[in-house]
């Protein structure tokens, strides 16, 4: 029953109903049948008593506005369209406390090349749409992906770097950056109120090249020290303090890397490929972010990679986990739900909305493109209750 009141729905116009009441049929049922339904969870008797659209959020008590978009780097040469667009249309409203966080691939396939290639003027192309999408006034912040180390190659160190200075000219002064710099694995860590968000760049542990020169100068060098240095930030003072980790690759999926969805989804569980989830590569890293949350888990694990739309429960040391890889219509891929899936959307382009209020309460909103017949808002819950 649990898990029939977690499953998603489709919205009714911009309205969504939070936390367990989320399936068509509890919208639709009688109040009886409602009532009996949110007796039987806790959290249910707890979430159903109203609905959320986006209206419905007081403004002056929401405190900060967290955008998450990944995969973004493939849009339409002709109209970048939905859902750049969209995310721009709605960071728009209340710059002064707005943030963009774009989860890696910014550039697909190759990452930015050298200046005089025949890829460089498209490369370029891909980025500026990205970069444009971000209004004045609103904080913008890149990870890296494995397609901006230049596809996994020799050649990734210096096309990040490439990719970190191209975006630094296109800003043209805003508040928008790579995160981590310079090639660095991070962690780095931004604070916006009760909002920490803590960036890392997860293809640093997975490139099979060169991740460090005499230009380097990162703070952090080693999967050990990197480890350490997330556990102290994912530690940050204050009390109510909310917690996001962002990094390109998610620590659970449904999806392709998963070894899920198409042809090659089976064939990728005998783990031969860093870049999916069951590589010895890709559990080093993950098992180590893990162990970096213990004693304090943070309320959210975000990243990209799979093209597709997903929210799970997080897990050993961690309360969700969240994958926004679908930000190019043209490279929307398949999920299945797992047993840890509160909700799960495929072949859709979209994007992540958090509102973090003041003082307490967290509502995570999921929109996707093209909208369907009851709209784009497509599930909503509290990650922290109000």
């Known amino acids: 029953m649990e898990n029939i009141l977690l499953e998603s729905v489709e919205t009714a116009r911009t309205s969504v109903v939070s936390n367990a009441c989320q399936r068509p049929s509890v919208v639709t049922a009688r109040p009886l049948l409602r009532v009996v339904l949110c007796t039987l969870s806790l959290t249910g008797a707890l979430a159903c008593h109203h609905r959320v659209s986006l209206e419905e959020l007081p403004p002056d008590q929401i405190e900060t506005t967290l ?55 498209d490369a370029r192309r891909r980025l500026e749409a990205q970069v444009k999408a971000i209004p004045p006034g609103v904080r913008g912040i890149f990870l890296p992906g494995n397609h901006d180390w230049a596809d996994e190659t020799a050649f990734g160190l210096y096309s990040i770097r490439l990719q970190e200075r191209m975006i630094a000219s296109l800003a043209q002064g805003r508040n928008v950056r790579m995160l981590p710099g310079n090639g660095c694995p991070g962690p780095v860590s931004v604070d916006v109120g009760r909002l920490r968000f803590v960036g890392i760049d997860t293809q640093w542990w997975l490139h099979g090249f060169i991740v460090r020169d005499s230009s380097s100068h990162c703070p952090e060098s080693t999967m050990a020290s990197v480890t350490e240095a997330l556990r102290e930030q994912v530690r940050p003072p204050g009390q109510g303090r909310v917690v996001f980790v962002g990094g ?23 783990g031969g490929r860093s870049q999916d989830i069951i590589s010895s590569a890709n559990r080093t890293m993950r098992d180590s972010i893990r162990a970096a949350f213990a004693g304090h888990p943070p309320l959210v694990a975000v990243g990209g990679h799979d093209h597709t739309l997903q929210v799970l429960r997080g897990g050993l040391n961690l309360d969700y986990i969240l994958v926004s890889g679908a930000g190019s219509a043209s490279k929307t891929e398949c999920a299945v739900r797992l047993r840890e899936s509160y909700y799960v959307s495929q072949h859709r382009a979209g994007f992540m909305r958090v509102d973090i209020m003041k003082g307490k309460g967290v ?8 909208a369907g017949p009851t709209g784009s808002l497509t599930f909503s819950r509290w990650l922290e209750v109000r």
């Open 363 to 370: 509502l995570l909103r999921v929109f996707h493109y093209p």
């Open 248 to 270: 390109h690759h998610p620590l659970m999926t449904g999806g392709l890397h998963g070894g899920y969805c198409g042809a090659t989804g089976p064939f990728r569980r005998f």
């Open 67 to 121: 955008f998450l978009i990944g995969d973004a780097g493939e849009p339409d040469p002709r109209d970048v369209g939905s859902p750049l667009d969209s995310l721009k249309a709605q960071a728009s409203v209340a710059p002064d406390r707005t943030m963009i966080v774009f989860l890696g691939d910014n550039v697909y396939p190759g990452g930015i090349p050298e200046e005089g290639a025949a890829e460089w003027a």
